[in-house]
């Protein structure tokens, strides 16, 4: 717990100070996942840190003193996808880079918008917390039938039930206090459920390698991969909630 704790501090501060602080940490993050990813798929140690370049050039680019994270750099993340598979010829490996690479994207696009930023990336970033955290006490204090007993047994309705109770009454905190727009408070629920299922996921793609954890980056916790499985899945749609009314304007 303790470990967890000084976990979401650091993304905090990274998230207070934005800018370069914020990236730098993004981009560490996502190159530890692409290693643990190439990981799962097994691949040898020269392939994986090819993998890990080629995600490098669309992560600099996403730098606030290169593009940053402009949509264009997409185009240069789809490529490295493409690069990836046909040099190693492992479409899997190469899935890495858009499943490491669009949440960080995702991440930087949410919290450079102009006045609102620091806001909506909490929101994002704490629901998934929220959904973790309301799971794990709602499934241990509560039990019952099981959510999904082949893929991560530990897992429960009840669970996931509470893990979507808690973010949403954390999103209407950040609502009440901070102007959340009601909208994102609503989709609160469903991102939720966005949430468990990138946990499961990831808990798959585990069981396929035949490992427990995705990695030991962080020992007693695991991989990267398993901190942030739920943040995969939910960042990309709360980006595209964010910029919804821009783009509508």
């Known amino acids: 717990m303790i470990a967890s704790v000084a976990m979401i501090a650091v993304a905090m501060v990274a998230l207070l100070l934005g800018g370069i602080g914020?990236?730098?940490?993004?981009?560490?993050?996502?190159?530890?996942?692409?290693?643990?990813?190439?990981?799962?798929?097994?691949?040898d140690r020269r392939t994986?840190?090819?993998?890990?370049?080629?995600?490098?050039?669309?992560?600099?680019?996403?730098?606030p003193l290169a593009a940053g994270p402009h949509f264009f750099v997409l185009g240069v993340l789809g490529a490295a996808f493409f690069f990836v598979a046909i040099v190693t010829r492992n479409a899997?490996?190469?899935?890495?880079?858009?499943?490491?690479?669009?949440?960080?994207?995702?991440?930087?696009?949410i919290r450079e918008?102009?006045?609102?930023?620091?806001?909506?990336?909490?929101?994002?970033?704490?629901?998934?917390?929220?959904?973790?955290?309301?799971?794990?006490?709602?499934?241990?204090s509560i039990g019952g039938p099981k959510l999904a007993p082949k893929i991560s047994p530990a897992k429960t309705w009840s669970g996931l039930i509470g893990g979507i109770l808690l973010a949403t009454l954390v999103a209407y905190i950040i609502?009440?206090?901070?102007?959340?727009?009601?909208m994102l408070v609503l989709a609160t629920p469903v991102l939720?459920?966005?949430?468990?299922?990138?946990?499961l996921f990831?808990?798959?793609?585990?069981?396929?390698?035949?490992?427990?954890?995705?990695?030991?980056?962080?020992?007693?916790?695991?991989?990267v991969l398993d901190r942030l499985d739920g943040v995969v899945p939910v960042m990309p749609v709360a980006m595209l909630l964010v910029i919804l009314p821009t783009l509508l304007a």
């Not at 793609?205 to 020992?219: E, H, I, Q």
Request: hydrophobic fraction near 55%; include cysteine.
């Open 22 to 43: 914020m990236w730098l940490l993004a981009v560490v993050v996502c190159l530890f996942m692409m290693a643990e990813w190439a990981d799962l798929a097994k691949v």
């Open 48 to 63: 994986k840190r090819m993998s890990q370049f080629a995600l490098s050039v669309p992560l600099a680019l996403m730098s």
């Open 92 to 109: 899997r490996l190469a899935a890495g880079t858009l499943y490491c690479g669009l949440p960080v994207f995702a991440l930087l696009v």
């Open 113 to 140: 918008q102009s006045g609102t930023g620091l806001v909506h990336a909490l929101w994002a970033l704490s629901l998934v917390w929220a959904t973790d955290i309301g799971a794990f006490f709602a499934g241990r």
């Open 175 to 182: 609502h009440a206090g901070y102007g959340l727009p009601s």
């Open 192 to 199: 939720a459920v966005l949430a468990q299922a990138g946990d």
């Open 202 to 223: 990831e808990s798959a793609l585990k069981r396929r390698a035949g490992v427990k954890d995705s990695g030991n980056t962080l020992p007693g916790h695991g991989g």
